[in-house]
């Protein structure tokens, strides 16, 4: 069913009486990067997915975004359809909104799986690459910036073997409205460090990591992982920083052991 809350394209899958799950998509992605997990859980289970304000179906505005708007459009979606402790699942900038969320309002959710992530802020270098990549969207227009950030989001296995399905997503990205993509590096550039919170993180929780993420590497996500009580680390083979589009095999059989357990 496709809705819209609050302004976001909302997109559900599966039986409302079922238990909920919240997926955030990376940057500059959209809800379609889960396609492979939805097909796979929403016989059991109530998939909510949504495109991040400015991205995909979701209107940009004026652009000017913060985490913490991000976070508000996650609680809208929340209460809007009255989910009942949803689990929470983001990836990349969906895991910085996922983190941040379970700060403000960790008793809204049942359980986290965080995808190719990182809880530290933008160090400095960090923060002027993001600076950067608004100056050349800016300067060249958005597809440029698109094609080589999300070639460097793949691994090389998946480099090697899905030209076609990379060269489809960078198209679709690179359509995307230019506030938009540039308002998430702006909100990604300004957001605060998580890092502090992951102890006091008392829900399940299951860290995802591809094995050649080189943006979010696996020696990171299981540093990350360890600052979490009970946490469970898994490293997906053959992917890179979208382990659910390269590797859904792998991650969805880790996703349901997880399920199961909770």
């Keep these: ?81 009255k989910l009942n402790k949803p689990v929470l699942c983001g990836l990349s900038m969906g895991g910085y909104i996922s983190l941040r969320a379970l700060e403000r309002m960790q008793d809204k959710f049942s359980a986290v799986i965080l995808f190719d992530t990182r809880s530290e802020a933008d160090a400095n270098e960090g923060k002027l690459k993001r600076a950067a990549g608004i100056k050349r969207i800016n300067a060249e227009g958005l597809a440029p910036f698109t094609k080589d950030f999300i070639t460097n989001c793949y691994g090389e296995y998946y480099k090697q073997n899905y030209k076609t399905e990379i060269d489809k997503r960078i198209l679709k990205s690179s359509q995307f409205d230019p506030a938009g993509v540039k308002g998430s590096l702006l909100a990604m550039l300004g957001r605060n460090d998580t890092t502090g919170y992951l102890n006091k993180i008392n829900i399940p929780a299951l860290v995802i990591c591809g094995e050649q993420d080189v943006l979010t590497p696996p020696e990171v996500m299981k540093s990350m992982a360890e600052k979490i009580n009970g946490a469970e680390f898994i490293v997906i083979k053959n992917s890179g920083h979208l382990s659910p589009v390269e590797n859904p095999g792998d991650v969805n059989e880790a996703v349901k052991n997880f399920l199961d357990r909770i």
């Design 1 to 81: 069913m496709n809705l819209t809350i609050n302004d976001l394209a909302v997109f559900t899958n599966g039986s409302s009486n079922k238990k909920p799950i919240v997926f955030v998509h990376g940057f500059p992605l959209d809800h379609f990067m889960w396609d492979k997990q939805v097909d796979f859980l929403s016989d059991d289970y109530y998939c909510v997915r949504y495109d991040i304000r400015g991205l995909g179906n979701s209107p940009a505005g004026d652009g000017q975004f913060t985490m913490e708007s991000f976070v508000d459009d996650l609680e809208s979606v929340v209460v809007d359809l």
